[in-house]
């Protein structure tokens, strides 16, 4: 069926923290979801982390996120538990060294393609870095500019491409409120709420088809899923399309926080 789209779920954090070190916005890093990792670091470097408020210290004294910091060899970096949203990114300058697959430094675990031996890291893994220039200055996020993640949200949505299937389903979507279950991840966000159904005389399912992150399924169960990264095709209806923007929303979100949808024109959504 193909190679799905992978790669990081929060891409104006990611692209943040590669700028905070003087990266390219696509340079290799790491994403941390929930728990970060305790990292020894081996050469001279600048390091960002970006996304989740996340506790973080270096040799035991504590560092902010959303700002530029200096290490060196035998420094210890401990990336702690996060303490608001869902996923942290970390980048180093010169970005991780990872062979570059399909034009793509991105892991896809699933199909083991692309990043550190197509696999998640464990301890023992040695990361490299390719070299690059110290920045002659801390860099730093201006506050106005730094996400929040509150634990009720609003995502906006457009209708479609299958909102034909539906009547009383689209008022439910766009006027309910719904909780983040533990069935999240990258491949997709299921939530739990009123059931949204399908008009009497339409088919449960239709012919598979491509999917793309944003795309709000309804299953059998009635229970909507928001589709993420990591999947090629799909044979569930799709009520609704939560615009590009958005998704590093619903990144950020943890199970037990609440998502509303709010209906936004097409023109509105490509403005954004």
């Known amino acids: 069926m193909g190679i799905p789209m992978s790669g990081v779920l929060d891409a104006f954090a990611f692209q943040a923290a590669n700028l905070l070190v003087g990266n390219p916005k696509n340079a290799a890093a790491m994403e941390i979801t929930v728990m970060g990792p305790r990292l020894e670091i081996a050469v001279e470097a600048d390091i960002a982390v970006t996304g989740a408020e996340i506790g973080m210290t270096l040799n035991d004294q504590p560092v902010e996120g959303w700002k530029s910091f200096s290490v060196n060899p035998g420094d210890i970096l401990d990336i702690q538990q996060v303490r608001s949203g869902c996923r942290a990114y970390l980048a180093i300058s010169g ?27 464990k301890a023992g893994d040695v990361i490299k870095c390719a070299q690059a220039k110290r920045l002659a200055r801390v860099r730093e996020t201006p506050a106005d500019m730094i996400p929040s993640y509150p634990s009720e949200i609003v995502i906006r949505a457009i209708p479609g491409p299958q909102d034909d299937f539906f009547r009383e389903g689209l008022d439910i979507i ?11 991840d990258r491949m997709g966000y299921r939530l739990q709420g009123p059931k949204v159904g399908l008009r009497k005389g339409m088919p449960k399912s239709i012919i598979s088809e491509p999917t793309m992150p944003g795309g709000v399924q309804i299953p059998a169960d009635e229970q909507p899923i928001i589709l993420m990264v990591e999947q090629t095709v799909g044979g569930y209806t799709k009520i609704v399309t939560v615009i590009s923007v958005d998704l590093p929303k619903v990144a950020q979100a943890t199970p037990g926080d609440t998502i509303r949808f709010e209906a936004v024109a097409l023109e509105t959504a490509h403005a954004l």
């Open 95 to 121: 970005g991780i060294d990872v062979p570059e697959v399909m034009g793509s430094r991105s892991t896809y675990v699933g199909g083991k393609i692309g990043g550190y031996h197509g696999r998640i890291l």
């Open 174 to 184: 766009f006027q309910s409120d719904f909780m983040v279950s533990t069935k999240a």
